[in-house]
């Protein structure tokens, strides 16, 4: 099932074995919380947790003695298990017998994060297991949670406040669920958040400060770029790291312009988020391909420069600033 679709699952009770995986750790987090929340008395003594990679042959033994043990003074005991992998031997061997036949007072959580090593038993596969998918919500999605949040709250915002807090956030759900709470804290008494509340309150990360010079090279905004690379460097990112951003953004951009893939697709090859490779998409339509390319060599360039003692960081910064204003002016 979708995340969306786990908490109103619940009113009908815990299913006995949840397996949790995606790359959305802020998905998984909250999951966990909400079972803990509705099922879980006494943590200290009816919550376990392990890790599968140390779980190898019969060291399984002790996941499911644990899951097999009553709860104390609460309704469910939780088993938390996180990166399990079985083989299909040790699956066979050691899970098989408790997963078609799970203990009604336990519920065993599987999460899932990093790829198995090696081929492993594909535990979706399972008898009595309820995948919860936490993979990256699409935008519709995000900007329904970031809304329902404030409605909750009582306060009101508009479709611009919560675009803003998922660009400035880069979809990120973890940023976008803290900024989310201070922007609830901020607008508790007013009862009402405007976009000039988003742009005081939430911390736009550096990538989507990278991503804001970036846009003023397509708009040809010179004075733009200066302002928010000062802004930079008033938080404290010096010369080098400016440099190594832009160089690791514009070979971004480069490599979504040479790839034929999806969204989705794309962030996976590259390890971005799929939101921000839409986000690069629409620079991408703005620059174009050939000014991608330009930009990329020019700071590359630049870095290389730096690493080989030709240049100093800041001197390299310069002259990349200069080359970038050039282009403003040819284009």
């Known amino acids: ?43 200290s003594l009816n919550y376990s947790v392990f890790h599968g990679e140390n779980l190898k042959g019969a ?6 003695t644990a899951a097999e043990s009553f709860p104390f003074m609460s309704e469910k005991r939780i088993v938390k298990v996180t990166d399990l992998y079985p083989t299909e031997k040790d699956y066979e061997s050691y899970l098989k017998s408790y997963f078609e036949h799970p203990a009604e007072s336990t519920i065993l959580l599987i999460v899932n994060s990093a790829p198995p090593k090696g081929k492993a038993f594909d535990l979706k596969k399972a008898p009595n297991v309820t995948r919860v998918d936490c993979s990256k919500a699409d935008e519709e999605t995000v900007l329904r949670w970031i809304y329902a949040q404030f409605r909750r709250a009582g306060i009101g915002a508009d479709t611009e406040c919560c675009e803003r807090i998922m660009q400035y956030c880069l979809g990120d759900m973890s940023r976008i669920a803290g900024e989310t709470e201070k922007l609830l804290a901020y607008g508790a008494k007013s009862k009402k958040i405007v976009s000039a509340d988003v742009d005081e ?11 804001e010079m970036t846009n003023a090279i397509g708009a040809k905004n010179y004075g733009k770029y200066v302002s928010v690379m000062s802004e930079l460097s008033e938080r404290g990112i010096d010369a080098m790291a400016v440099l190594n951003s ?22 996976a090859a590259l390890g971005m988020k799929e939101y921000a490779v839409k986000m690069s998409r629409r620079q991408l339509g703005a620059l174009g391909a050939k ?35 050039f282009g403003f002016a040819e284009n």
Not at 20 to 25: K, M, Q
Not at 59 to 64: G, N, S
Not at 295 to 321: D, H, I, P, Q, Y
């Open 1 to 43: 099932m979708k995340f969306v679709l786990f908490k109103k699952s619940l009113e009908g009770g815990a299913s006995p074995i949840y397996l949790f995986d995606g790359e959305e750790e802020y998905f998984k987090k909250r999951g966990e919380e909400m079972l803990r929340e509705r099922f879980l008395g006494e943590p």
């Open 59 to 64: 060291a399984l033994t002790a996941l499911v």
């Open 201 to 211: 309150i939430v911390y736009r990360d550096t990538d989507y400060k990278i991503y």
């Open 246 to 267: 832009l160089c690791a953004y514009f070979r971004g951009l480069l490599d979504i312009s040479l790839l034929r893939k999806t969204d989705a697709e794309t962030a």
């Open 291 to 325: 000014r991608v390319k330009e930009c990329f060599l020019a700071v590359n360039s630049a870095v290389n420069a730096v690493k080989n003692g030709v240049l100093s960081a800041e001197g390299a910064l310069v002259g990349v600033n200069a080359r970038l204003a």
